[in-house]
């Protein structure tokens, strides 16, 4: 059970550090992505069309792995 006080305390967090809330915000989004709760309109999308989505991770795996190359030289 979520209290009001708790959302106002995390409403507060968010419009105090606006860089950190920006960056959970996004991250949720690129897992959700991945990993789709079932029962969910985008778990239904990926199921038809699975070949798609598969090619898609694949290129998304390519990116990530340069990306991390990148920020280790």
Request: proline letters at 3%.
């Amino acid at each position: 059970m979520v209290y009001k006080s708790q959302i106002k305390a995390k409403d507060n967090y968010e419009k105090a550090n606006p860089s950190k809330a920006t960056y959970w915000n996004r991250k949720s989004n690129a897992r959700s992505f991945i990993f789709p709760k079932a029962g969910t309109k985008l778990e239904t999308a990926i199921n038809d069309n699975l070949d798609i989505y598969i090619k898609d991770l694949q290129k998304m795996k390519i990116d990530i792995d340069q990306r991390l190359k990148d920020l280790q030289q």
